[in-house]
């Protein structure tokens, strides 16, 4: 399975380039990093520490926003990775940058780089930053079965998205839709989820505003 993402993942290269000055603040990068065994192979994903100002307590990719000393959109996700889980940039093998998203209801352009690392790591949170670290078999994510749906509503409306539980995590928006979509285009997974359509959500987003 591991050598099958990696040879699939080769459509997408690295790009070195670097954000330009005014893109600070607006830009960020994430690490979806993969280990362990060929045939099923882990992520590592983490916790959002429950204080912070954005997405507190969520499941999400090691990463952060790029900063004006940072190389290149890489080195943000290496530099972020070993600041939050103690995970030091060589030893991690760089294979791929997906494209760049943006989390729902956020002017924030997020590039998701993929690495491998070999075990087993010896990682620790930062806990001004993150409360847990956890390993989610890649498997887990290729079954359609272990998906279930949850609604957010508020008083414009309800919008409706898919999560996976997983050891007490609910694994959903951004960071799943990053691995969803990287599955289906290396190993063609075929998983299909239900997402709110944009015009859903910019319609509830103009009633709030009325």
């Known amino acids: 399975m591991l050598e099958t993402i990696k040879n699939q993942l080769k459509k997408f290269p690295l790009n070195p380039a670097k954000p330009s000055q005014q893109d600070s603040g607006a830009t960020a990068a994430v690490l979806v990093l993969l280990h362990g065994a060929q045939d099923n192979p882990k992520v590592v994903l983490t916790q959002r520490a429950m204080h912070l100002n954005n997405h507190a307590g969520e499941v999400a990719f090691p990463g952060g926003m790029w900063d004006l000393t940072d190389e290149s959109l890489l080195h943000t996700a290496l530099r972020e990775t070993h600041e939050e889980i103690g995970l030091s940039a060589d030893l991690v093998e760089p294979i791929a940058m997906l494209p760049v998203a943006s989390p729902k209801r956020r002017t924030l352009r997020v590039t998701p780089f993929v690495g491998l690392a070999n075990g087993p790591l010896e990682l620790h949170s930062e806990p001004s930053e993150i409360t847990a670290i956890f390993d989610a078999p890649v ?17 414009q409306g309800a919008l409706r998205f898919p999560f996976l539980p997983y050891k007490g995590y609910k694994i959903w928006g951004f960071t799943l839709k990053v691995l969803v979509d990287m599955l289906n285009t290396t190993l063609d997974a075929g998983v299909d989820l239900k997402y709110p359509s944009d015009e859903l959500i ?9």
Do not use: A
């Not at 498997?139 to 008083?155: A, G, V, W």
């Not at 910019?202 to 009325?210: A, F």
């Open 139 to 155: 498997s887990l994510f290729i079954d359609i079965n272990n998906y279930q749906y949850f609604e957010m509503t508020n008083e």
């Open 202 to 210: 910019e319609e509830l987003r103009s009633r709030g505003q009325q």
